[in-house]
């Protein structure tokens, strides 16, 4: 007979794995967690292994000797086959022996701790469980009342080294929704700090597909492990539970929680970092420490909410407010460096999404990166990315790339830093580059919904067929959609001869943008050879007569119906203009016909294009840019 001791070890009891010290049962996805007496009725049960147990002894072993009436234990019983699904007749695991007691039906192995594969040799499920998507909401609920932070380990650090884990969005169980901001950020701030382990290399999933279980999931990602986690609040405690799977075997290896006050939110969120570092690389290095640290715990909630709405930025009077909370965080916090960061990035965007002046908002979020930069020199490096997005804008090419270069080279980065310098390099007509950096991004973004759209869009310009058709079906199923993107997919469409398509493309992402539609059905039956492409030509010309169309839009449009003079027309006023335009559709295939004319260069000295080609080692050839 096991001994309560080997019992607390861990054992199979039919399919279920009962973990005592975790106080958990297992069985494929599901993860239940019983209150303190009914396992103790289970132990008492299990050492019998079989043989039954009558009340009198479960009295003596699960209360203590003192007098109980028959009721408690009944209950007890009840419990228990209820966690393990056990409800109907005939009983599969606790059955009862009339005017005796209870015993279990199914017998007990006990896990071997030494052996590579725990699970008995004839139970067709593994010792340790793998965890679906569809269920691991249910499995976090369970381990929020663990106190034991760690309390079992099943991996050999040594002959199971871990090089990546992906880190899926924490999931708000609160009874609030407006209590999501803090989830979302704790798990970001989560991710920056991990990301300065040099052992690990963490991919950010902002986006899960709800139609994989975790382990699918996790090998779809190319990880070893997969963290998902989630926030509940108690009174005035944050309680931040997690769970760390190993992708191999869908086995947990770890899970715990965190909790605090919410004034101590950022060092519960390191406190965690450092959890799962000492679980995946050992105790033997330093603490991870965040290199930005608030020293207020209001500035730093109004920073994650700011953030949170500086995310959904497409909403309606979410930038303003965001503006106002990543302002507040600074007043009351004036040393915390990613709150100037963030603010920084909003100007740098605000002539994109609500029309302000450029030069203006330019000389704003450079003057507040700089601040910030005084304030926490910690984040010179993340804010180069602000900084060469502002220099991209004023076409400073050069400076532009040196700072994207920094900023991409740093341990903490954001999604946006690689799509900026993707959109600088195509700006240039380095093409090759633009998608090399933005492939770079998706190894640490996997779900990111933006850069999902700038490969599409980048597989399009270099001809890449059936890469760009993936992209853009994936990017659409993240909720890409509108503006800029849909007019790439629409040339690409074209280039398909999915004509229907691309008509509806080009209409939707022209009306995104304000402009006029009503010459996209004349254009597409002219392409066709349906239409008269001067008739074409002169819908668009009453169309932009009354409201301009976007340069790069009206230019290809113009290309394509032959209207090369109307075409450069165009192109020439993005030197003179001081709106800033992206130069990369300049580089398109379909204007091959535009750069074959003799002020087609000069057209680009204009713009600062050659001057970097010079620079970077580039040369204008068969009417392409080649680079070393």
Known sequence: MPTIEELEQGFMLGDWQVLPKRRQFIRGDEVVQPEPLPLKVLLSLAARNGEAVTKDQLVDECWGGRATADAPITRCIAQLRKLLGDTERPYRYIDVLVRTGYFLKQPV????????????????????????????????????????????????????????????????????????????????????????????????????????????????????????????????????????????????????????????????????????????????????????????????????????????????????????????????????????????????LLPDYRGWNREEANAAALRIAGRGIDADPAIEDAAASVIGFVYHKQRKWAEAEAAFTRATGSSVVEPNAFNWYSLMLGSVGRFDEALHQVSLALEKFPRSAVLHSRIAVVHAWNGNTSQADLYFERARQLGVGGGSFDLAHAVHLMRKGAFTDATRAASRGVADGGGPTDWVNPMIAAIQGEGDPAIAIAALDDATALKPLNPSVEAIARVILGDLEGAMRVARSLAQSEQSYETEFLFLDELAALRARPDFLPLLESLGITAYWEQAGCRWQQRMVDCD
């Not at 944050?238 to 760390?244: I, N």
């Not at 965040?290 to 500086?310: C, I, K, T």
């Open 109 to 348: 192995v006990l896990l071997d701790k030494e052996a590579d594969d725990p699970a008995p040799a004839d139970a067709d499920e593994p010792a340790s469980a793998p965890v679906s998507r569809r269920s691991y909401l249910g499995a976090l609920v369970a381990t929020l009342a663990i106190v034991a932070l760690l309390a079992v380990f099943l991996i050999d650090k040594e002959a199971d080294a871990v090089n990546s884990i992906a880190v899926m969005p924490f999931t708000n169980l609160t009874e609030d929704s407006a209590n999501a901001y803090i989830a979302e950020g704790f798990k970001v701030e989560l991710v920056h700090t991990l990301q300065t382990v040099p052992e690990l290399a963490i991919k950010n999933v902002q986006v899960p597909d709800a139609r994989m279980e975790v382990p699918e999931l996790g090998r779809s990602l190319e990880v070893d492990y997969v963290l998902v986690g989630a926030l509940r609040i108690e009174g005035m405690e944050l309680k931040f539970s997690y769970q760390l799977v190993r992708v191999d075997d869908g086995i947990i290896i770890s899970s715990g929680q965190v909790s605090g006050a919410r004034d101590r939110l950022f060092s519960r969120q390191e406190e965690l970092a450092n959890l799962v570092k000492s679980q995946v690389v050992g105790n033997e290095q330093q603490p991870v420490v965040s290199r930005s640290r608030p020293q207020n715990s209001m500035g730093y909630d109004r920073y994650l909410l700011g953030q949170y709405l500086m995310e959904r930025r497409r909403r309606e009077g979410n930038l303003e407010d965001a503006i106002a909370l990543f302002e507040e965080s600074i007043d009351l916090d004036p040393g915390f460096g990613p709150a100037y960061l963030a603010l920084a990035e909003i100007y740098a």
